[in-house]
């Protein structure tokens, strides 16, 4: 009766601590897009309507506020509102002129729109992790050649007792990804993780453990 007791407290315990961080999140998507909103206006505002931000303080102010905006859905993983900042931002740099009073404005927006555009692919890392079985082949070889980098292809074939067309496959698609990259080590070429591929074998052989 005790140990019933103290497992329903547990799940209780976890079930507001999960409402709570859900809660959380919710707050923070709808801060997000109030922000979105709120720089974007200004944004086209100064670059539609023929405007400009003609004070270098005043850029360097809304590309402060932008970039903690970009930091912040970064940290979030906000796909969409991501999304949304690169076109947003890609749109203005079409329309700013690079030479006369907004260069200013258009060297800022081109940079906001780099780190937006790598918050964005990293943000769709964890789209990744969570779409991919543990149990498929690409996960298996991800995780696999994080375990032992340089590994062939061959190599690979040999122990997941697999196809050399499978591993193929896999491979492609782990690349397209920016999970695995494939180098020559001598005669032979062999895959090793990237950066973003062992975070996410890691989390994969975490799933595939539990």
């Known amino acids: 009766m005790v140990t019933w007791t103290r497992a329903t407290q547990v799940q209780a315990a976890t079930s507001r601590s999960q409402a709570a961080v859900r809660a959380v999140g919710e707050r923070a998507t709808t801060g997000l897009e109030r922000g979105l909103d709120v720089w974007a206006s200004r944004l086209k505002e100064e670059t539609g309507d023929g405007k400009v931000l003609g004070e270098q303080a005043t850029v360097d102010r809304w590309a402060s506020a932008v970039s903690r905006w ?31 009073p907004t260069a200013r404005l258009e060297a800022a927006v ?8 790598a918050g964005l692919d990293r943000a769709r890392q964890n789209e990744v992790v969570d779409a991919l079985d543990p149990n498929s082949w690409a996960a298996r070889m991800l995780i696999l050649v994080h375990d032992q980098p340089h590994i062939t292809s061959a190599e690979i074939v040999t122990t997941l007792e697999t196809h050399e067309a499978q591993i193929s496959r896999s491979g492609k698609a782990l690349t397209e990804q920016g999970l695995l990259v494939k180098n020559r080590h001598g005669r032979l070429k062999g895959w090793h993780a990237t950066p973003r591929g062992v975070v996410v074998a890691q989390r994969l052989a975490d799933r595939a453990n539990a």
């Not at 930091?71 to 030479?99: F, G, K, Q, S, Y």
């Not at 081109?110 to 555009?117: C, G, M, Q």
Request: proline residues 5%.
């Open 70 to 100: 970009i930091v912040d859905a970064a940290l979030l993983a906000d796909t969409p509102n991501l999304h949304a900042a690169v076109e947003i931002l890609r749109e203005a740099v079409l329309r700013l002129d690079p030479e006369g």
């Open 110 to 117: 081109v940079t906001l729109a780099e780190v937006a555009r």
